[in-house]
């Protein structure tokens, strides 16, 4: 019998494959990040079945492609509190428009994520640092 070829060979293949999946996955995100998206259109997106898309998700960020969709909003979400004008944003509103409509749940993985509630992040970014309440 003949040897069987070295598989690193067919892995490097394998990870570029999965690396254009997650990259057409992240273009898609990008411009749908208001929406609330279904796994089957990531999969459309994408163009691939919902296994290689996971597979591609869990090999490339190390996680299934909901719960990287459910992170990348969430990061949106933290970005927009943390840098929101004071007085002129609600938790409400940064929610709702980064596809957050079911508030209870979404206050629930938001403290689990960032380790404070969504309303704690947006009066940290509205509190005056000790150099402007100085002046």
Avoid at 46 to 62: F, M
Avoid at 105 to 120: D, K, M
């Amino acid at each position: 019998m003949a040897p069987h070829a070295p598989r690193a060979s067919a892995s490097a293949p394998l990870r570029q494959t999965r690396l254009e999946i997650v990259s057409k996955l992240e273009e898609f995100l990008r411009n749908h990040s208001d929406e609330a998206i279904s796994l089957s259109q990531l999969c459309t997106a994408t163009g691939v079945s919902e296994r290689s898309l996971r597979n591609a998700c869990y090999a490339i960020c190390g996680t299934s492609p909901k719960r990287h969709l459910l992170r990348r909003r969430m990061q949106a979400v933290h970005h927009a509190l943390v840098t929101a004008q004071p007085g002129q944003a609600t938790v409400t509103r940064i929610a709702t428009d980064h596809g957050f409509f079911e508030l209870g749940r979404f206050a629930a993985n938001y403290s689990a994520l960032f380790g404070e509630s969504p309303s704690q992040t947006l009066r940290a970014a509205s509190a005056p640092t000790s150099i402007e309440s100085a002046a």
